[in-house]
């Protein structure tokens, strides 16, 4: 019997034009445009996706931890980071005490858990995860590192010293309209797929239950909605590949029954509970 669940990790606000960028404009554009935005959309969940399989429970991704918002956390040189977003984490919000509330203790109870890609709001739980495998894509930890990484919404700084991700390509076989994979479990019923755009190498999680498929989209879509409009965010820097990525998830959710289960889209847990697939 394969689960999935989400949890969530608080609240992000963001401005209308992140989550929404303008067709015909480029990845530069869009950041101006964000700027500019005097919009705030109302606060969007910060999602996290326990899997529960016959292999061992899975976490992905780890949300954001309540530091971000004691001042000295955020780098003041990016006003990115200060200005555009605004991250709302209580203490007891975090992932690990979610995680304790539902009985499990992550170093004994958790086999792995996997990140979509390295945006501070998926990796400020990383803290509670010492003890695990962590699993994460080669091609976003390299962009995610260094100054380069917090040009583009990273804290590597921020990172546990101990922080050794398992790194993966995405070296297996095509799925439908997917060009490559990345197994994560034995019986395949757990696998990565390339979902760039959003941010470069970021990955997505497909969860093939016994009756129905979870499609865990990280970042690569922030909502169904844009998701169905084919409607590429706004800090994308490649709104081309974003928009084909998002054409292969619509592909793929129409090929086989699939849950899309977006780490900010407001209405994914109740599709969830009520088992509502993309059509
Ligand atoms: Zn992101």
């Given at each position: 019997m394969i689960r999935v669940t989400a949890i969530e990790t608080g609240k992000a606000r963001m401005k209308t034009a992140q989550r929404t960028g303008q067709d015909g404009r480029n990845g530069f554009q869009r950041k101006i445009d964000i700027f500019r935005d005097r919009n705030w959309v109302s606060p969007l969940p910060i999602l996290c996706f326990l899997i529960e399989h016959p292999e061992g429970r899975f976490l992905v991704d780890t949300g954001d931890t309540w530091?971000?918002?004691?001042?000295?956390?955020?780098?003041?040189?990016?006003p990115f980071f200060t200005k555009e977003v605004s991250i709302r984490v209580a203490p007891q919000e975090e992932i690990g005490p979610r995680l304790s509330a539902l009985g499990l203790d992550p170093a004994r109870d958790l086999e792995a858990v996997i990140l979509t890609h390295f945006h501070h709001d998926h990796t400020?739980?990383?803290?509670?995860?010492?003890h695990n495998r962590i699993i994460a894509p080669r091609e976003n930890y390299e962009v995610s590192k260094g100054l380069k990484g917090m040009m583009m919404g990273c804290l590597p700084q921020r990172w546990p010293i101990w922080f050794r991700p398992e790194l993966v390509e995405m070296d297996g076989p095509p799925v439908g309209p997917f060009a490559s994979s990345h197994p994560i479990t034995e019986d395949g019923r757990i696998f990565l797929v390339p979902t760039p755009?959003?941010?470069?190498g970021h990955v997505a999680v497909v969860v093939r239950a016994e009756d129905v498929t979870y499609f865990l989209a990280g970042d690569a879509t922030y909502d169904e909605a844009n998701l169905r409009a084919e409607k590429a965010d706004g800090?994308?820097?490649?709104p081309a590949l974003s928009v084909a990525t998002l054409k292969a998830i619509k592909a793929f959710a129409t090929n086989e029954p699939t849950i899309i289960l977006p780490a900010?889209?407001?209405?994914g847990p109740s599709r969830l509970d009520h088992r509502q697939v993309f059509a």
């Open positions: 530091r971000n918002s004691v001042p000295g956390y955020l780098p003041r040189w990016n400020g739980g990383l803290d509670h995860f010492p755009g959003h941010a470069r800090v994308t820097n490649d900010h889209d407001p209405e």
